[in-house]
């Protein structure tokens, strides 16, 4: 059985720092294309950052560009999202996703992914 269990969320202040991380178990993480997706209330579930199985290609939203780092762990299965200069707009529940590819792109649609997680919260006060 596949999950997906991201840690990290929390509270921060506007300009401040967290790393979320997701743990996959139940799978063969290097044959997983990953990703991170947020929801913030009364807003459509959005793609934040991915990363391809092999760890050579990684995409972002315009967003986050600049800000967020996205990279992955195959040794460890472990994605991990680093966020820095976060703004209160930043706020959502951020999930990461697992997508069984044997393609090197970066999918971006939130539909082609087969397994989520549960979400962590992460707000930041302006």
């Known amino acids: 059985q596949v999950h997906l269990v991201e840690s990290g969320g929390g509270l921060v202040q506007a300009g401040g720092s967290l790393r979320l991380s997701c743990q996959a178990s139940g799978l063969t993480f290097s044959s997983y294309g990953m990703g991170w997706f947020r929801q913030a209330p009364g807003k459509q579930r959005e793609f934040v950052a991915g990363?391809?199985?092999?760890?050579?290609?990684?995409d972002y939203a315009d967003s986050v560009k600049g800000r967020f780092t996205i990279f992955r762990d195959n040794a460890k299965n472990t994605m991990y999202l680093q966020m820095n200069s976060l703004k209160p707009e930043d706020t959502a529940v951020y999930y990461c996703?697992?997508?069984?590819?044997?393609?090197?792109?970066?999918?971006?649609?939130?539909?082609?992914?087969?397994?989520w997680g549960q979400g962590t919260q992460v707000t930041v006060s302006s």
């Open positions: 990363i391809n199985r092999s760890d050579s290609n990684t």
């Open positions: 996703a697992a997508r069984l590819t044997a393609s090197s792109r970066v999918e971006v649609r939130d539909t082609t992914y087969d397994y």
